[in-house]
């Protein structure tokens, strides 16, 4: 019987995608990912972002700190998934929208700094970086 994947409670979105092929549990947070796959080769985990919000706020709020070495130590294919793409002011901050009054919501991130994280996570980290974009 082939394995289910496992999905984290907060992917409920992609739990109605995978149907009957998918499993929520609280798994995969325990190893720093949103999915999990066990096969005979060991664990497969991913860990899905979405940009530029839910990344920003890994960052600063320590997720990335804590869920990077969960996912290397517990897995032996593991995967970071961003989905959407960066955007940016002209003075190079990330876009995350304007105000009402149309002013931009300010970002202490620059397109440097994200370069510099993304390099962080695919190199010191080990983790590859799939940036998957929406139409």
Known sequence: ???????????????????????NSPLPEQKGADILLYTDAGIFGWQRKKLPHDFITSVTDGRFARLLPLLTKSCVFYRLINEGEFKYWPNQTVFLGKTRDGKQIPCKFTKGHVRGILNDIDIIWNVPVRCRRHR
Do not use: G, R
Request: charged share 30%.
């Open 1 to 23: 019987m082939p394995s289910k994947f496992l999905l984290s409670p907060s992917e409920t979105a992609l739990a109605e995608k995978f149907e009957d092929e998918a499993i």
